[in-house]
Each structure stands twice: as structure tokens, then as C-alpha cells.
């Protein structure tokens, strides 16, 4: 099993199999887009079917193991819909009822089935199934909606898990607000996954809403409730919240923050396994006081450049300060996971948690 004795890891979005820094169009909401719409549908005409290798995938990064596996979801910031049949390729993003993959209108442009196929073509090393997660939270959802999106998710799996039998996949499942609901929906999902077993490695919470203040008492109480597999929660991306959820039983976490606060320019500087007890600090580049600073974005960090040189290119706004801002974060994220991993009891956790 892929993800067997994971104690914590984390998916790196990538853009063309490279990690996200070499690349301008990133970082809105989630960090993640990477291609514009426009972009898209010239890549597809170009390559075809083979661009949705390419555009869906997500570098699941292991540094403990030193080794990388590619990890492919239905993530709502690329969003297409495809006929395969056809060779039809179309960026999407315009309306409820023709929005691509899934929405809450109940009109899905990609079936269940084309999924698969686009799967296929991917051929990563773990694929996400399906899932109704597509869920606005800057509206109070109703619990009719929420109801939708399990009955959707699970009628989703029933056709998906059959054709994905000898893959290595990763079962949604939906966080529903109500906790009697949830336990019915993991019912369910055990149910329908007892003839699955050897080919689940993982189960990923979907609809947590990271905007509010998350209850991590009753995320590990629910994460407990679940078959046997390593919990992903990719929402949960920041490095307080990732200690947080560690705490919580989460293994494998959002990587999307470093290019977030990339976009946003900023470096971070974490605590690593060689500075345990440093405090963690966010240094915004676009403000003035760094415009005479000679020093390093950290002692450790792998860009050798002052602080001074990428104010400037902030400034002017060039392309090379969200590169060097991304290459930056990325490995503070890496060490920062690496000591996590170090942590060998809740006490060490919490200790690490105290400096945030």
C-alpha cells in the first residue's frame, strides 16, 4: 500500500509535472490554479487527451522516504469538461448549470465514468475519486445541500469504485456539519467499500471549511470513525493548522500555502529539525523597510539573494521574485514537515505548537 506507515506528508501542487515556481499564473484562493482558462483550452488543442495528464496533477512529496508519487484530484480550481470520444477538450468556469465536474445545480458536465477514463490517461500513482465537494462557504449551506452532495458523492463511488478496483485511490468523504448525518454517510462508505479493501489507501475529508474556526477535537473523534487508510485533509495547508491536525490524526496535508504566500509576497520562516524552537514569521517583501536590507530571507534558505534584491523585483514586478519567493517557502515547508515527522510523541507536538 502506497501510503502504508505514513506518519505525516504533504502534497505539493505542480503544474506540468514542476513544482509551482516556475510558473507566473498562481495563487488566487487556493494557490493551486496555475492555468488560466484561456491557457487550458490551447494546451488541450494542442495535446489532447494527453494534457489532462499533464494539467490535473499534484507531486505528493515524501521526503522522509525520498521518494515522490503523483496525486490526482478533481480539484474546483481546474475545472474542465471532456468527451472523450470526441477529442473534446473545454475549459470551464462559466455558469452553475454548465459548470464543469460537478455543481451544486446537480448538472455535471464530467460523469462519474468520463472521470475514470481522464484517470486513466493520468495514470498517477493515487487518484482522488469523484466527489461532491464543490461548496461555497461565504453562504450558510442549507442541509438540503449538504445531503445532496453525500447522496452525490455516494452514488458517485458506487460507479467509480468498480472501474478503479486495481488502483491505488483515495475515497472523499463529505464532513458534514450534522455528526448523526456523518456517522450515517461513514456507514455508507464502509458498506460500500468492503469489497475494496486492498486497493483504498487513503480517505480524504472534503468540506471542511477552513474560514471558520475548526473544532480539531471533533475532527479526531470523526477521523476515528473511518476504515482503515491514511487521513488526507489537503484544506488544511497552514503550518499551524498542520501541527493542529497532526494532533488531530491527519497524515497527508495541503501544500498549497507556499505559493499563496508567494503570491502574496511573502517568505516564510518556519521552526526545522535544525532550529527547532525557531519562531515562525511571514516577511512581507513588498514593504518598504526591506529596501537597504543585505540579509538572506533566512540563514537556511536555499535562495542566496538579499532580502534588498527581491524587494526590488517585487517592486517592478518581476516574474523571478514570485520564483525565488516560491523555491523559498517550498522548503521552508519541506523542513517544517520534517520536523513534524521528528516528533515522536503529543507532547513534542505541543511544545512545537506553543510557537505559533
Not at 134 to 145: A, E, G, Q, Y
Request: net charge negative; with cysteine.
Amino acid at each position: 500500500m502506497i501510503f502504508e506507515g505514513s506518519q505525516v506528508e504533504i502534497v505539493n501542487p505542480t503544474i506540468n509535472g514542476q513544482l509551482p515556481y516556475l510558473t507566473k499564473d498562481l495563487g488566487h484562493a487556493d494557490g493551486i490554479e496555475g492555468v488560466g482558462s484561456d491557457d487550458f483550452v490551447e494546451s488541450a488543442r494542442q495535446a489532447k487527451k494527453s494534457s489532462i495528464k499533464n494539467l490535473q496533477q499534484l507531486m505528493f512529496t515524501n521526503e522522509g522516504k525520498n521518494s515522490n508519487h503523483s496525486y490526482l484530484m478533481p480539484h474546483e480550481q481546474l475545472r474542465f469538461s471532456t468527451r472523450l470520444e470526441e477529442d473534446e477538450v473545454r475549459a470551464g468556469g462559466v455558469t452553475m448549470k454548465a459548470a464543469p465536474l460537478w455543481a451544486p445545480s446537480g448538472k455535471c458536465a464530467t460523469t462519474p465514468e468520463e472521470y475514470v477514463l481522464l484517470a486513466e490517461f493520468g495514470n498517477c500513482s493515487v487518484t482522488e475519486l469523484l466527489s461532491d465537494y464543490d461548496i461555497d462557504f461565504r453562504v450558510k449551506l442549507s442541509k438540503k445541500r449538504w445531503e445532496k452532495a453525500q447522496l452525490r458523492t455516494e452514488n458517485w463511488l458506487k460507479i467509480q469504485l468498480p472501474m478503479m478496483a486495481k488502483k491505488n485511490i483515495v475515497v472523499p468523504v463529505i464532513y458534514l456539519p450534522d455528526d448523526r448525518q456523518f456517522e450515517i454517510h461513514v456507514q455508507n462508505l464502509k458498506e460500500l467499500l468492503k469489497n475494496y479493501e486492498g486497493t483504498v489507501c487513503g480517505l480524504s475529508i472534503r468540506g471542511l471549511n477552513v474560514n471558520e474556526d475548526i473544532d480539531f477535537d471533533n475532527l479526531e473523534k470523526r477521523l476515528k470513525m473511518l476504515p482503515d487508510g491514511a487521513r488526507i485533509c489537503l484544506d488544511l495547508a497552514k503550518p499551524k493548522e498542520i501541527v493542529l491536525g497532526r494532533l488531530a490524526g491527519v497524515n497527508i496535508f495541503g501544500g498549497q500555502f507556499a505559493s499563496t504566500q508567494a503570491s502574496n509576497h511573502k517568505a516564510m520562516i518556519l521552526p526545522t529539525t535544525a532550529q527547532p524552537s525557531r519562531v515562525p514569521q511571514m516577511i512581507s517583501l513588498a514593504e518598504n523597510d526591506h529596501a537597504g536590507d543585505k540579509s538572506q530571507l533566512s540563514p537556511d534558505s536555499p535562495v542566496d539573494l538579499s532580502r534588498a534584491y527581491i524587494h526590488h523585483l517585487t517592486n517592478v514586478k518581476e516574474i523571478l521574485a514570485h520564483i525565488l519567493l516560491m523555491k523559498h517557502n517550498l522548503d521552508q515547508m519541506n523542513k517544517f514537515i520534517e520536523l513534524i515527522r521528528s516528533c515522536s510523541s503529543e507532547e513534542s507536538l505541543r511544545n512545537l505548537l506553543e510557537l505559533f
